[in-house]
């Protein structure tokens, strides 16, 4: 199946600093989407993302759909203890049945 | 609005025996899910159903069973359990138009030794 590649796969910072992470894949999206996973619990979608170029905040998270498709961006600003988990990106499969594939997602870690 | 229930939330099961991990969900979403997440493998799709009484297979769909009689529930069923099935289950649903994204369960954590 399709991979999509997550980097960092990562990372430990301070409180308060910002944070950025990205998702590539092999072949074009038309939609992309992202997700927190808390510990012990199942992912939450954050944003979603519909269009090439497109930027959507949600609160103090950024993301991006690359020019080119097959990327997409995002960022924390001003990071804080409760961000921890693991971020992941997801894109529409291309068989039927309304199916995604997941990134291998960018672990969290946040130092107060 | 309880959303997407899975239980048990953990178990241990020997090698060969069989069980069935239940999701249920009150939002009368058409799709439903089961999907397994490994370490640093992000989350691979093992079954899918579009409604009642239609299922498919995902990605690695081998060792598991499901079936969907009502819109609400999606159980997941191993029969011979394996070593190679230990991993953390999410059910999820979602309406017919994917851009909204899944709502996932809290998981089922598994392991078979």
């Known amino acids: 199946g399709q991979q999509l590649n997550q980097s960092p796969q990562s990372m430990f910072i301070q409180e308060g600093e910002d944070v950025s992470m990205n998702c590539t894949s092999s072949?074009?999206?038309?939609?992309w989407l992202w997700y927190k996973q808390d510990p012990g619990e199942g992912p939450v979608l954050l944003i979603a993302?519909?269009?090439?170029?497109e930027l959507t905040s949600n609160g103090r998270l950024t993301a991006q759909f690359g020019i080119t498709r097959k990327d997409s961006f995002l960022n924390i600003s001003a990071s804080i203890p409760s961000d921890v988990g693991i971020y992941f990106c997801?894109?529409?499969?291309?068989?039927?049945?309304?199916?995604?594939?997941f990134g291998t997602g960018t672990s969290l870690t946040v130092i107060p | 609005n309880a959303g997407v229930t899975q239980t048990p939330k953990f178990r241990i099961l020997k090698i060969g025996q069989s069980m069935t991990l239940q999701c249920t969900q009150d939002?009368?979403?058409?799709?439903m899910y089961w999907y397994r997440q490994d370490p640093g493998m992000g989350l691979k799709l093992i079954y899918y159903?579009?409604?009642?009484?239609?299922?498919d297979k995902g990605e690695v769909p081998n060792g598991y069973n499901v079936s969907r009689s009502t819109t609400e529930d999606f159980p997941l069923r191993l029969e011979l359990a394996a070593p190679s099935q230990t991993s953390v289950y999410f059910c999820?649903?979602?309406?017919?138009?994917?851009?909204?994204?899944?709502?996932f369960g809290s998981g089922t954590r598994l392991t078979v030794v």
């Open positions: 999820a649903s979602s309406y017919a138009d994917r851009d909204y994204g899944y709502t």
């Open positions: 072949s074009i999206f038309n939609t």
């Open positions: 993302l519909y269009k090439a170029g």
């Open positions: 997801a894109g529409p499969a291309t068989y039927t049945g309304n199916q995604f594939y």
């Open positions: 939002m009368n979403h058409n799709y």
């Open positions: 159903s579009v409604g009642a009484g239609i299922t």
